[in-house]
């Protein structure tokens, strides 16, 4: 094959008419063995991830917590530092090797999985959760750019949504898991067990745990590809792969940040204070509003330094301080790569495409959260019961219909470059009937079966969404793209959708029902999102090389082997 320039290469990406060019490109064993593993790691990361939710009643009763206590540790006290640290460490993702970098993660959530066995207040559990999702952090990026690199542009989707079926296994898998353990546990050592005086929940989360840390030593034997190869887009190692990943560190983690906006001048240090106060009297004016009282954090931040803070809720602050800290990295982006800001922040049509998922995930991982609580408060069942039928449902409906999302998506993309968003809008719009017969049923049985349908038709956008934004970027901007798709998914579904289903059930006597249905207010804003990404996507997708080069992206042509 001859010189080959970057805008013939990325075309394939973007001209469904070039699919033919790009089927003919073969897909190495290796390359789905390798996915295999990914699949398998991401399992283990949901089960880390998820069996909170067949704990969380369990938890309420040890440790005299509230439902909206609950969806903070399950969103928000994850999500922030999920979707923070996941920035620098995207970046790591693009310049550094991705398998090592997936190897750390594991090991470090798998160990603080197996730490929030041993607490025994909140503030330990908050800490351990921080901590998970610090470590969880590394895996998609890091996978999301290792299957771009496996697999060539007509496979993508697929591929990434065969990686994102481990979401759905491993949420399966840990409430089948986790009632398993707590049932049994709490039937041997009804007190706790004499050594340490565990209790059910604290076993499970240790059970799960450990088991990561062996799996990290299979992952770090897997080989890195060779970034952009497939694609023709070769690109060379970074000789400085930690130079990057220390500036997104100042350019994100509150504190560190004002350096970061003085480096780039006086009014970007000011307007950089002021967006940040903007975030704390933000953050009390909603407590406020909502009665909600002081959180642990604050208590502790002010203890520390001495002085009396302003009267903040964990949920809000740490929100606060999240949506702060993306401000920052935004604009130190623009300031530093402004190809790749122009292509994901500075890009209607990614941003309505990200955003528009993030509506997805907002009643998504609301409703998969708060199911086991629900159902163990509601029907009679054990909770060994419980989480086999429920999580087997979830997991069975969540496989489905990712991959047959996946798989439509594809085919619609060769159809319209707008296709995947179309699979994306189903994924909005067609749970919601069905979830509201699901959330007031007195039938058990009926209850099993519509978690299996929600969980398939909201599971049929991820896969599409997620090749839509890879999509809209350069082979070198995908683990940033990653980071930033995340963001969305984190910050808008994760930190407040089972926080908001929590706060509504706690401010009507635990009534989750009313609080998981109270999540499909976003609706209209997801369709509002979604229906402009239509608009913008086709054209978008067509101009990611001149949209590159008219932001100051180098042209760049290879001679690949």
């Not at 197996?114 to 890091?142: N, Q």
Request: hydrophobic share 50%.
């Amino acid at each position: 094959m001859g010189d080959r320039s970057l805008s013939e290469a990325t075309a394939e990406e973007q001209d469904p008419t070039e699919h033919q060019v790009a089927s003919e490109q073969p897909v190495p064993a290796y390359s789905w063995y390798a996915l295999s593993v990914l699949v398998l790691i991401y399992v283990l990361n949901f089960i880390d991830r998820q069996i909170l939710s067949i704990l969380a009643n369990d938890i309420k009763a040890d440790l005299g917590v509230d439902d909206a206590y609950l969806g903070f540790l399950y969103g928000t006290a994850f999500a922030i530092f999920y979707a923070l640290f996941g920035i620098p460490l995207g970046k790591l993702a693009d310049s550094w090797k991705r398998v090592r970098l997936m190897t750390l993660g594991l090991s470090l959530w798998s160990a603080m999985t197996a730490v929030s066995g041993f607490a025994r207040d909140t503030a330990t559990l908050t800490v351990a959760r921080i901590g998970v999702g610090v470590g969880e952090a590394t895996a998609s990026p890091s996978a999301y750019s290792l299957i771009s690199d496996w697999f060539p542009a007509r496979l993508r989707a697929t591929a990434l949504a065969i990686y994102s079926s481990g979401l759905y296994i491993g949420g399966g898998i840990s409430l089948a898991i986790g009632g398993v353990i707590v049932d049994n546990w709490n039937r041997i050592y009804p007190e706790g067990d004499p050594w340490f005086g565990l209790a059910g929940w604290q076993a499970a989360f240790i059970a799960v745990g450990m088991p990561g840390l062996l799996l990290a030593v299979w992952v770090f034997t897997l080989k890195e590809p060779v970034r952009g190869a497939i694609d023709g887009l070769e690109t060379p190692e970074d000789p400085h792969p930690f130079r990057g990943f220390v500036q997104e560190l100042y350019t994100v983690i509150p504190g560190f940040t004002f350096f970061g906006a003085a480096a780039r001048g006086a009014q970007a240090l000011a307007i950089n204070i002021a967006i940040f106060f903007f975030a704390l009297v933000a953050a009390a004016i909603i407590t406020h509003l909502l009665d909600s009282g002081e959180g642990v954090i604050v208590a502790g931040l002010g203890s520390l330094l001495g002085v009396s803070l302003l009267p903040v809720t964990d949920q809000w602050f740490l929100l606060g301080i999240g949506y702060y800290a993306v401000f920052c990295w935004a604009s130190a982006l623009r300031k530093r790569d402004y190809p790749t800001f122009a292509l994901t922040w500075g890009s209607p049509a990614f941003l309505c495409t990200i955003l528009g998922y993030g509506t997805v995930a907002f009643m998504a991982y609301s409703a998969s959260y708060w199911g086991a609580p629900y159902a163990e408060r509601i029907f009679d069942v054990s909770k060994a019961e419980l989480g086999f039928w429920l999580g087997g449902g979830g997991a069975a409906g969540g496989f489905l219909g990712v991959i047959l999302g996946g798989r439509m998506a594809d085919y619609l993309y060769t159809r319209t470059q707008g296709g995947r968003i179309w699979v994306v809008l189903f994924g909005l719009l067609s749970p919601i009937p069905f979830a509201i017969v699901q959330y007031t049923t007195e039938s058990w049985t009926l209850f099993l079966l519509l978690n299996v349908v929600v969980g398939a038709l909201a599971a049929s956008a991820l896969g599409a969404a997620a090749a839509s934004s890879q999509a809209l970027v350069l082979p070198r901007m995908r683990g940033t793209a990653t980071a930033t798709f995340f963001l969305a998914t984190t910050l808008v579904g994760l930190a407040l959708g089972p926080y908001t289903a929590g706060y509504v059930s706690a401010q009507n006597d635990g009534d989750l029902s009313r609080g998981v249905l109270a999540t499909l207010w976003i609706t209209p804003i997801g369709l509002l999102l979604l229906t402009a990404a239509l608009r913008l996507v086709p054209k978008a997708n067509a101009t990611v090389v001149e949209r590159a080069n008219a932001a100051g992206e180098p042209a760049v042509a290879t001679n690949p082997a």
